[in-house]
């Protein structure tokens, strides 16, 4: 995803990437974690991002669906129909 294909576009920068990964951390911490081993020194930068980090998300998605590139072939009425 953060390379770009023979067809198509990269859709993440390094920076959304490496912010996402980021965030699936997080969660495995948390989901593997009692309440009193989370760390508000370590949650704070992600807590604090998380409006932006959501809002470029957005926008790359928007932008990749925009540009029809993330059609891989024809649909099942198409191949059916």
């Known amino acids: 995803m953060t390379r770009p294909g023979s067809n198509r576009p990269r ?3 390094t920076e959304l990437h490496d912010a996402l990964l980021d965030y699936l951390r997080f969660r495995h911490v948390f989901r593997s974690a009692y309440s009193f081993d989370l760390d ?3 949650m704070a930068p992600l ?3 998380v409006e932006q980090t959501l809002s470029e998300l957005e926008h790359v998605l ?3 669906l925009a540009s029809g590139l993330d059609q891989s072939g024809p649909d099942d ?3 059916h129909g």
Do not use: A, I, N
């Open 62 to 64: 928007d932008r990749f």
């Open 47 to 49: 807590v604090l991002r």
């Open 77 to 79: 009425s198409e191949q």
């Open 40 to 42: 508000w020194q370590k």
């Open 11 to 13: 859709l993440l920068t």
